[in-house]
């Protein structure tokens, strides 16, 4: 074990890693639920996504153990799967197997921008002022997406600004008319947010989670957030088992957790395992490309995919790496000097591509360094050994899955808000006062939680970065590459509005 992760060298033990491993496992165990539901909605079987979304997260995970010896797991990511689905399938018109060709061709791109050179150039040429705003940014953006599960929050929206994407019956066809069962709503500018009243009994559930955690963090308990997480899923066990929440208004009792839904047998797991052959090297490259008139959506939904893989790994990386430790002064040395494997970073990069390719050839959407890792940085992870245990919990869950559907929301969103509030600290970093370092840094940070996007927050930073400097008659101060990644976000920008996307 010491010979493989170094934990004594990184000042860890194996307590420390599995609590760790344990803590970021349940903090991201709902994309088990969630990439299926979204994902099935474009025609893919829901049982081989499941086992799809397991596998690629298992091989992504094991590869960032054993190749980076860093504490992140890798998962298909949120945001890249409504873009996969909403978008791609349904706003564009392709079918899911053209779909999984265009996160194919992600990773590919990815490929070749990683041993390039140009993805570390990118990291590289990142003024450290961004560094710190993304990983304040990121902390914001974690905290709000806690409070949002939590259901801490209402959101109410206009009429004039609604629109709706219908579901598909099948591939490639959108069902009618729109406002049947399975079409997103989509609220624009008219969508406001607003506290609800405090009746709802799972929302009091996470708040009790959350004040028990922040209590435990200030006591210095170790493992304060993985208690937390168990003891709130007891709670809402118990609460569940006693039936004291009645029912609701069609008779169903009124649930916290998944307890009811617990059920394992030898059949369901055969057509579990079996299932993936619906989806695995379903890749549809020549169709993607049969249509001349969707050449150039193609090639939009191309740059959207690397763009967002691209900068959600960076920021991810950065925000949580360096305040941390993981990626230290040593080890980004390396990584400025040396080769393309000489640093964890490096390492890191290397692995987080492989993901995607993995995640196209089984039947998912590309597959991603998660910022909910972030949750076991905080409990002390360090190693890859973290990173393994998280790998084991996904594998098991191939079997028992309906278990681990028994852990709430409620319990797993206070993680996220606590793990938040400690990456704020960054935001010490930045010279407030100075306008034209405030304004990138503040578009970077606040960008992130309100479009719900890492890579929005970056790019909006990037580009109100080489602005500043070309309007201040800066310009000489920006690298090349900085220029090169506002034209590509520009362009994309571009490229979604002319085809109003």
């Known amino acids: 074990m010491e010979k493989v992760f170094h934990l004594k060298e990184l000042g860890t033990n194996v307590r420390t890693e599995v609590v ?17 539901m979204i994902l099935s909605q474009t025609g893919m079987p829901h049982d081989a996504v499941f086992v799809a979304t397991i596998i ?46 265009l996160v194919l061709i992600c990773g590919i791109i990815n ?12 990291i590289r040429v990142m003024p450290r002022i961004l560094q710190a705003a993304v990983s304040g940014g990121i902390g914001m953006f974690i ?148 249509d001349p008139a969707k050449v150039m959506l193609a090639i939009t939904a191309s740059v959207g995919f690397v763009l967002t893989d691209i900068f959600d790994c960076i920021g991810t990386f950065i925000g949580t790496g360096r305040k941390s430790g993981i990626f230290d002064e040593k080890d980004w040395k390396r990584f400025e000097e040396g080769g393309n494997f000489n640093s964890r970073l ?25 910022v909910e890792s972030s949750a076991g940085i905080a409990e002390g992870g360090r190693s890859g050994l973290t990173a393994v245990v998280v790998a084991i919990l996904f594998a098991i869950c191939i079997i028992f899955a309906p278990v681990v559907g028994v852990v709430p929301s409620a319990a797993v969103a206070p993680a996220l808000v606590v793990v938040g509030a400690m990456m704020m600290s960054a935001f010490a970093d930045i010279d407030w006062k100075k306008l034209e370092i405030a304004v990138p840094c503040f578009l970077a940070a606040v960008m992130m939680p309100l479009a719900y996007s890492i890579t929005t927050g970056i790019a909006f930073g990037f580009i109100s970065y080489v602005l500043i400097k070309l309007v201040t008659g800066k310009v000489k101060e920006v690298h090349v590459v900085a220029w090169v990644v506002t034209a590509l976000f520009l362009g994309n920008y571009i490229l979604q509005a002319v085809y109003h996307i």
């Open 56 to 101: 690629a997260s298992v091989i992504g995970t094991l590869i960032m153990a054993f190749v980076a010896n860093v504490p992140y797991a890798l998962a298909p990511g949120m945001g890249l799967n409504a873009f996969f689905t909403f978008t791609v399938c349904f706003a564009m018109g392709f079918t899911w197997q053209q779909a999984l060709a």
């Open 346 to 370: 490096d390492r890191a990069l290397v692995a987080d591509l492989t993901a995607t390719t993995v995640g196209a050839f089984v039947g998912t959407s590309n597959t991603t360094t998660y």
């Open 143 to 290: 905290a709000y997406i806690g409070f949002k599960d939590m259901g801490i929050f209402k959101f109410t929206a206009e009429g004039p600004f609604l629109s709706v994407l219908p579901a598909l019956d099948g591939p490639g066809t959108i069902a009618g008319p729109a406002g049947s069962l399975g079409d997103t709503v989509v609220a624009g500018a008219g969508a406001v947010p607003a506290l609800v009243n405090f009746s709802n009994p799972a929302l009091l559930l996470g708040l009790f989670g959350l004040i028990l955690m922040i209590v435990l963090l200030v006591k210095k308990v170790k493992g304060a957030i993985l208690i937390g997480i168990l003891v709130t899923t007891f709670i809402g066990i118990v609460i569940d088992a006693s039936g004291i929440l009645g029912k609701d208004a069609t008779g169903q009792a009124i649930a916290l957790t998944g307890l009811s839904s617990v059920s394992i047998s030898g059949d369901s797991f055969v057509k579990s395992i079996t299932s993936i052959q619906e989806t695995a090297f379903k890749i549809d490259f020549l169709g993607l490309w049969s």
């Open 20 to 36: 760790a491993g344990l803590t970021t496992f349940f903090t991201m165990a709902y994309i088990l639920v969630v990439n299926p």
């Open 111 to 122: 490929t070749i921008i990683t041993f390039s050179g140009l993805r570390k150039a990118i």
